[in-house]
């Protein structure tokens, strides 16, 4: 006899990380994939399989995405469906409440209609703001220095609300910088514009932007660059089924989890290992620092380490920034 599958609902499952956490469930073959994507920011990680049903719906739209949660009745929910630029969120906040936190709260209040009540969600070091320790563990404040970590922290505390009044089991992830690609698989890291380092210093060496912008080189940093945790998506899809499993092996609970390498890269040291993988010179220029960017963000990640079981397979920048360099050659 075969046990009926899980189904799965992945919001924002057509977008960067969210197509390497499908690309990984559809590897493991053992669920229904429904992904709820409004193709804002999808160029090309719509994985295109026949086990995977796409609903072009916004998540701003509570009717409609009411609908896909009565047609699809999923057991859990990966929630990646957001805004995620922080100098965008610095020009629009209204576009990042609206999406991130309007139609977080739409998601929420699908879920407990249809009686959905697991829920993994992207959360950010954005929700940490300025670092007052060197390494940032989960008990560290979280005093956003933009909106879009604000939208991020709001979000947590409404999962915070809906597990004390009803009753739901949530996961908040804490990524620090996704970066990397699962070059086999055919998907990669595109945004719109694109604002994260490791994407654009690529492209710039591949001729597809005439120069990359450093912002900042006066921040209390060893170069005074920008020092970041990057971390990469294929252990970030690690993390997230090992979540889903904690979900649905164990009772009511509400957790977050930092998903980082413990180790920060500046700015000038990405520029550097790039020019290595690559072999070529790259063209930059330093600007202001940007509004709203913290001087550091470098993970302590042990208490996923020890309570997800969770291992990171990659500590160094250069497999990120390698992966990304193969990833965009071969997309011409
Ligand atoms: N990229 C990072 O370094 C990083 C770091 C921390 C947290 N996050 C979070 O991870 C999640 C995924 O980030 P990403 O880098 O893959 O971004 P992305 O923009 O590539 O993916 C987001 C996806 O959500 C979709 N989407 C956005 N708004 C929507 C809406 N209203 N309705 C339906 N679909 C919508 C987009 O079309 C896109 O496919 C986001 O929640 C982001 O805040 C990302």
Known sequence: MT???????????????GSHIVSALRSSGGYRIEIVDNFRESRSNVIQDESIV?????????????????LTKPDLVFHFAAL??????????????????????????????CGVKKIVFSSSASTYGEPLTEEITEEHPQVPTNTYGYTKLIFENMLKDY??????????????????????AGIGE?????????????????????????YGNDFPTPDGTGVRDYIHVMDLAEAHTLAMNKLFEENLMCKQYNLGINKGFSVMELIKSAEEIS?????????????????????NSDKAQKE??????????????ASTYEFFSSKK
Request: one cysteine or more; proline letters at 4%.
């Open 3 to 17: 046990s009926k599958k899980r189904t799965i609902l992945v919001t924002g499952g057509a977008g960067y990380i």
């Open 54 to 70: 796409y609903h072009e719906v916004d998540i701003r739209n509570k009717e409609k995405l009411m609908e896909v949660f009565e």
């Open 84 to 113: 995620a630029s922080v100098p965008d969120s610095m020009e629009n906040p209204a576009e990042y409440y609206e999406n991130n936190v309007v139609g977080g709260l739409n998601l929420l209040e699908c879920m407990r209609v």
């Open 163 to 184: 597990n004390r009044s009803y009753g739901f089991s949530s996961i908040s992830l804490r990524y620090f910088c996704a970066s990397g690609c699962d070059v086999s």
């Open 190 to 214: 595109y945004h719109t514009p694109e604002t994260h380092a490791i994407p654009s210093i690529v492209e710039t060496l591949l001729g597809r932007r005439k120069e990359f912008s450093v």
């Open 279 to 299: 072999g070529k010179k790259l063209s930059y220029s330093i600007k202001d620092r940007r509004l709203g960017d913290p001087s550091r963000l470098i993970a």
């Open 308 to 321: 997800l079981g969770w291992t990171p397979k990659h500590l160094d920048v250069k497999d990120m920034i």
